[in-house]
């Protein structure tokens, strides 16, 4: 309606959105987002609701009922033309000029803005489906990580073992490194079940009834992307134009208003058929009576429009300072969002130096069993490190994905 071009520039940037979402290596993101798309409840209920409203347009493209009558003389009045046996009518009211114009056009504002509606809930869908994606992420390279840690506190321990048997070692470091296996194998266990609940949400989210496993990406990588802000145009975001759809609405509701506390015309006709009278024939005997009518309703007490004008100046003020308050919070979402992917970025960087640091000095602890002078206290802080150090990268890599979708579902760039 009005607003087209918004709706135009918001659909384009949401199919342009895909590919934003689908920036890792597997295209299956995006295969996901299309079948949730199509298959989610609450999107297709949402659909459905702007489907009633754009009906509605048509239901108030009409007149009033028509008004029929019957009645019968139990006591027939008697005229000089004979005497009426019974009285038929039929009445139509019509609304004041533009009045039925004034009705579609509100109720298209509402459709318009339920419009808007379905595309906000289209985009806070692919966000939230696309982060449940990079958390099973997480959760599958964690699993990975922390499976390779048990094979190699595995052969930590058989290491232990021979070390007792040689007399090099003791029994204490294989109980340290037995409560590790123990610690591990938990963890693991842990995050299995994580990852079953995120399936089950993941697949409610895209409305199949699968239990199959997500397909993911085996590795993703850190884009360095440049944002500039400036190209951001947060009016056009979806959320900040649908409260110009209710600002649309609320100026319809007024020319409505304005519109019923107009006069309503009404046309009729009366037909009294007349019995013809036998002990004389006037002129006109037994002439059948036809009476048009045309009657006016007038709202002598108009206070109700007045309240009505009164609450709709008070709505445009009320939306103007919501609009504003909700622009402010994607705005500063949306820098957090900016900062904490820069953030995530450079600790990814810290990480991976770490993490290096720490397979070195387990080289060179594993060499030193060659010796004979193994230090597992030593050993296992180090993998412990390890650990700690592996599994904050890939929250970190986590983070780097949510914060872009953040990003990508406030943009709508110019």
Known sequence: MKHTRYLLALALSLTSGFT???????????????????????????????????????????????????????????????????????????????????????????????????????????????????????????????????????????????????????????????????????????????????????????????????????????????????????????????????????????????????PNLGFGLDYIPVEKRTDMNPADNGKDIIMPMVSVTIPLFNKKYRSVSRQNDMKIQSLEFDRQERRNRLETVLYEAVNSRTTARINTETLQKNIREAENAMEILLRSYETGTIDFNELLDIQDMQLRFEMSLIDEVRSYYNESLIINYLSTTT
């Not at 108030?60 to 038929?88: D, M, W």
């Not at 039929?90 to 114009?101: A, D, E, H, L, R």
């Open 20 to 262: 934003i979402y689908a920036q890792d290596p597997s295209p299956l993101l995006q295969t996901y987002i299309l079948q949730a798309l199509e298959h989610n409840p609450d999107l297709a209920s949402s659909r459905l609701a702007y489907e009633i409203s754009k009906e509605k347009t048509e239901e108030v493209n009409a007149l009033p009922n028509t008004e029929f009558g019957v009645g019968y003389f139990v006591s027939e009045p008697e005229t000089r033309t004979g005497a009426q046996r019974a009285r038929f009518s039929v009445k139509q009211m019509i609304p004041w000029f533009g009045n039925i114009s004034a009705r579609q056009n509100f109720t298209a504002s509402l459709a318009d803005a339920q419009a808007l509606e379905v595309l906000i809930r289209e985009r806070k869908l692919i966000l939230e489906l696309s982060g449940t994606y990079y958390r099973l992420y997480a959760l599958k390279k964690k699993m990975e990580v922390v499976s390779r840690q048990l094979t190699l506190t595995d052969s930590y321990e058989q290491l232990a073992l021979s070390g007792l048997e040689t007399g090099k070692g003791s029994a204490v470091s294989v109980f340290k490194i037995q409560i590790r296996k123990n610690e591990l194998e938990n963890k693991l266990a842990l995050l299995k079940q994580q990852t079953e609940t995120e399936t089950v949400r993941f697949h409610n989210l895209t409305g199949t009834e699968s239990t199959a496993p997500v397909t993911l990406p085996d590795t993703l990588m850190l884009q360095v992307e440049a944002m500039d802000m400036q190209t951001i145009n947060l009016d056009l975001h979806p959320e900040l134009v649908k409260f110009e759809e209710m600002y649309e609405s609320v100026v319809q509701s007024e020319e409505l208003n304005k519109k019923e506390a107009a």
